[in-house]
């Protein structure tokens, strides 16, 4: 399985990459959007010295977590983001049709380089911020190892609610107007700590919207603001345990589906 994705992603970036200007100039584009959110948030921070307790360097490791993971999920998994046309336009159909799982064949049709520029902008700011955070006398050892890990799983985080996502417009038919509430919001709210937001938010980011245990959970732990040593551990675990979930909310969608015949 893991070889025929590799050979199905291979051959979907040479196909894109037969427009390099194109390819370069997205990319730019993108990473210069985010660049754009990052300065108006520091701006913010300048003129307030912190955000309940967190300072520019330390809301810039949200940040930078969550903007590379976002963007690594909309790098591998922009089919799945837009899924509502496959279920509107029956082009579903023709996936259910081929000896190939319709997930694996979604994960490997058109990759997004161009968010390759928000996933450069979200390390700079990282790399950035533990500069900050070493000149102030930090210790940074535990942030340098942890942030791939925390990327990698906030990826997964990511994907998963987008999964989760494409699994119930199964049952509704529509699924851009639903991403603002599972994906766009969260990745915002993300950015800054979550010990800012109202008790029923913060309950729905540890649980159906897990985006806590992608960076503010171990960050707790890892810039010594009370988290317990094992808060790290979980961004992982959790990662594992909502694709575990959308992976099975998806295949009970898939076995409910039922083409528009258009």
């Known amino acids: 399985m893991f070889a025929l994705y590799r050979k199905l992603i291979a051959a979907s970036i040479r196909s894109q990459m037969q427009y390099k200007i194109n390819f370069v100039t997205s990319a730019a584009t993108t990473g210069m959007i985010m660049v754009l959110d990052f300065i108006i948030l520091s701006a913010i921070l300048y003129r307030f010295h912190d955000v309940v307790g967190w300072n520019i360097y330390e809301v810039g490791m ?7 993971s976002v963007s690594l999920y909309r790098l591998f998994a922009p089919e799945i983001n837009d899924f509502e046309k496959y279920i509107v336009q029956g082009e579903l159909d023709q996936l259910l049709i081929r000896p ?25 700011v990282l790399v950035i911020s533990l500069s900050g955070l070493a000149a102030e006398g930090q210790s940074i050892m535990g942030l340098v190892l942890f942030s ?21 417009a199964f049952w509704t038919h529509q699924m851009k107007d639903m991403l603002t509430f599972t994906i766009y919001a969260p990745a915002n709210a993300s950015n800054y700590p979550i010990g800012l937001y109202p008790n029923w938010l913060k309950w729905l980011f540890f649980s159906a919207i897990p985006i806590a245990y992608m960076n503010y959970l171990p960050m707790l732990t890892l810039l010594g603001k009370g988290g317990e040593w094992f808060y790290p551990i979980l961004t992982p675990v959790a990662a594992a345990s ?21």
């Open 62 to 68: 949200l940040y930078g977590i969550s903007s590379a």
């Open 100 to 124: 190939v799982s319709p997930l694996l064949l979604l994960l490997t049709r058109n990759l997004d380089l161009s968010r390759v520029g928000g996933l450069v902008q979200g390390v700079s």
């Open 148 to 168: 791939p890990v925390a990327i990698l799983s906030g990826g997964v985080i990511y994907f998963s609610i987008g999964l989760a996502t494409a699994g119930v």
């Open 242 to 262: 909502a694709f575990y979930f959308a992976r099975m909310l998806w295949n009970v969608g898939i076995r409910h589906y039922h083409s528009t015949g258009s």
